[in-house]
C-alpha cells in the first residue's frame, strides 16, 4: 500500500500564489511518476502536472507558465509551485503516484485524500 500525505491548501486572492506538497510513504520502491490533479465542482477530475523519475514534466495547458511541479525522489515527495492563481484554479487538489503494473507497460495508480484550494476575486 501507499500512503500520501498533501499539505499547502488554502484560500488565496487572484494573482497569489500557493505551494503544495505531497510525501510518499510504505510501499514506495519502483515510482515511475508523481503528479498532481483536481476536482472542480461539477466537473471531473483532471490533470494538472506530472513529474517522472528522470524529472520529464507533463502540465495542463491552462496552467503551463504559472505552474511548476518538482519532486525530490529520496524523499518521494512532490511539490507543486502555483502563480498567478485565477478564479478558475479553484477545486480540490489530488496527489497522485503511479507505479508499475503486473506486467511490461501497465500501471497503477495511487491517491491521496485531496486538498482544497480556493482563489478569490
Known amino acids: 500500500q501507499v500512503q500520501l500525505v498533501e499539505s499547502g491548501g488554502g484560500l488565496v486572492q487572484a494573482g497569489g500564489s500557493l505551494r503544495l506538497s505531497c510525501a510518499a510513504s510504505g510501499s514506495i520502491s519502483n515510482i515511475n511518476a508523481m503528479g498532481w490533479y483536481r476536482q472542480a465542482p461539477g466537473k471531473p477530475r483532471e490533470l494538472v502536472a506530472t513529474i517522472s523519475r528522470g524529472g520529464s514534466t507533463n502540465y495542463a495547458d491552462s496552467v503551463k507558465g504559472r505552474f511548476t511541479i518538482s519532486r525530490d525522489n529520496a524523499k518521494n515527495t512532490v511539490s507543486l509551485q502555483m502563480n498567478s492563481l485565477k478564479p478558475e484554479d479553484t477545486a480540490v487538489y489530488y496527489c497522485?503516484?503511479?507505479?508499475?503494473?503486473?506486467?511490461?507497460?501497465?500501471?497503477?495508480?495511487?491517491w491521496g485524500q485531496g486538498t482544497q484550494v480556493t482563489v478569490s476575486t
Open positions: 497522485n503516484v503511479r507505479k508499475p503494473g503486473p506486467y511490461y507497460g501497465a500501471t497503477r495508480d495511487y
